[in-house]
């Protein structure tokens, strides 16, 4: 037999209980200055803006012709 609740719980209450376990999981991506150009990136990833990573060049950028 199992045990039944005593009264019946919120679709309000349920879905509060829930999400505040997973609001503590939620995290946001750590952001670090580019060492060569000052745009923020990812943290151990190639900045996008200019192609470096650890100041080596990975990925050379194209820059557009603008007339």
Request: aromatic content about 8%; charged content about 35%; hydrophobic content about 35%.
């Amino acid at each position: 037999m199992s045990i039944c609740p005593k009264y019946r719980v919120s679709k309000a209450r349920g879905r509060k209980r829930r999400f505040a376990s997973w609001i503590s999981k939620v995290k946001l991506p750590k952001l670090v200055k580019c060492k060569k150009c000052g745009a923020y990136a990812l943290a151990h990833k190639v900045c996008r803006a200019c192609g470096n990573y650890n100041g080596r060049l990975i990925i050379e950028k194209k820059l557009k012709n603008v007339e």
